[in-house]
């Protein structure tokens, strides 16, 4: 039973052939919503029996949609870059160590810069700490609960689910290369993890830990992976206007259980996270789908110039922004609230987080990401080691298809006796 993904030749999408700044705006929004979610939270500044609460609860629900639409964002950019490149000279060597460049310097920077501040203030640095440096911090037990302290460090399990990805893909497009493979390899295994996902009850892990833990969250990537693998199909091409749809229905849906569920639900119930993570996940990809829909008003929205320099920044904003989440909750905060109201003065607070953290996003930019951008250009691929008359799995499929069909082999032996019972002409 084959995936029918007709088109011609090459099916998928490169997202490396042009640039695309709406990708950029889909960042840029993401980063805009994680910043909101994490430092305007209503739980904090208003009563939970008012309709205000409720209403500020539903707005802030949609803030779930941001990290989905980064995983979505890079299974389809980074599993386009691979399957494009699977068959090209110094295939790990270049991704692995363009990944290097673009992710290890900030992070790093960020983790020794906490353990800095850590000794300077005597705090104990124990070692689950240290499981940071090699991007496993998720898979261990009582994630939320060790990370809660005085520097923000929860939201580094995103980056910890995208590093693993990036360590296991390429061996799994280097072993299968056909693209109906790939398609059927992701498939299945976006299904396994919603079904890992609806286990969680009967499964060694907690409640807070459900929306860390990697199997509980990669999907979101796959399913990037997926767009890119039937980008330009027929079939794909009749869902696409679909997108916007399902991209609002999404949202009402997810702002609607906020507001009557309220966050206690979506955040301490296994119930609550089955379906806020898989709705998240989705509409995030029909988000993506829908942002790439040339002249469709969400691609337009995410081609603003101002959103897509967010955008250009948004890795460093996003690791650097909740780390100092207690100095300006706590602290900042407090002091502005003698002067004006507490919302006010977490508005006001939460200004100022921003602000710091774009103007330490700009610096590490100009002295650190732009120049290894420069250098992460002089890695390039090899040639292309597929022969040349076959130029990829498909077009040999396709090859092979347009071949004149075979004599069956009753023709062939019958015709063997008539020339066997000619006279000989000598």
């Known amino acids: 039973m084959g995936f029918n993904t007709s088109m011609r030749q090459d099916q998928t999408i490169d997202p490396k052939r042009r640039y695309l700044p709406c990708l950029e705006g889909i960042r840029g929004y993401g980063f805009l919503l994680v910043f909101c979610g994490h430092y305007l939270s209503p739980v904090k500044e208003l009563r939970p029996d008012t309709f205000l609460f409720r209403f500020c609860t539903a707005i802030r629900s949609i803030s779930v949609f941001a990290v989905p639409a980064f995983f979505v964002l890079s299974g389809y950019l980074i599993g386009g870059i691979l399957y494009h490149t699977r068959n090209r000279e110094g295939f790990f060597k270049v991704f692995y160590f363009r990944r290097i460049l673009r992710v290890f310097p900030v992070y790093y920077l960020t983790l020794t810069a906490i353990l800095l501040f850590f000794v300077i203030h005597r705090m104990q640095v124990d070692g689950y700490f240290w499981l940071h440096y090699l991007y496993v911090q998720n898979l261990f037990p009582g994630y939320e609960a060790r990370m809660n302290g005085s520097v923000g460090m929860t939201h580094f399990w995103s980056l910890a689910v995208e590093e693993q990805f990036y360590l296991l893909w390429p061996l799994i497009v280097w072993r299968f290369r056909d693209r109906t493979k790939l398609i059927w390899i992701c498939s299945g295994l976006i299904a396994t993890c919603c079904v890992l996902r609806l286990a969680s009850p009967l499964l060694p892990i907690s409640v807070g830990d459900m929306s860390f833990v990697t199997f509980n969250r990669v999907d979101a990537v796959l399913l990037g992976v997926l767009l890119n693998l039937v980008s330009g199909t027929n079939w794909m091409q009749k869902c696409t206007p679909l997108a916007k749809w399902v991209v609002i229905g999404g949202a009402i849906l997810t702002a609607s259980l906020g507001f009557i569920k309220g966050e206690s639900w979506a955040m301490s119930t296994y119930a609550g996270k089955e379906t806020w993570i898989t709705l998240a996940n989705f509409t995030a990809l029909a988000v993506v789908v829908a942002v790439l829909e040339e002249g469709s008003l969400l691609n337009r929205m995410c081609s603003q110039k101002w959103i897509c320099m967010v955008g250009a920044l948004s890795y460093s904003l996003y690791v650097f922004h909740l780390t100092y989440v207690d100095f300006f909750f706590i602290k900042v905060k407090s002091e502005l609230a003698v002067y004006m109201s507490r919302p006010l003065a977490a508005l ?74 000619r006279p000989s002409k000598d």
């Open 348 to 421: 006001a607070s939460a200004g100022m987080a921003l602000c710091t953290t774009f103007v330490l996003s700009y610096l590490t930019y100009l002295c650190i990401e732009r120049p290894l951008m420069s250098l992460k250009g002089r890695l390039k691929y090899g040639a292309d080691r597929t022969p040349q008359h076959l130029p990829n799995p498909e077009r040999a499929v396709a090859f092979h298809q347009h071949l004149p069909a075979p004599i069956p082999s009753p023709y062939i032996k019958n015709l063997n006796l008539e020339i066997a019972r």
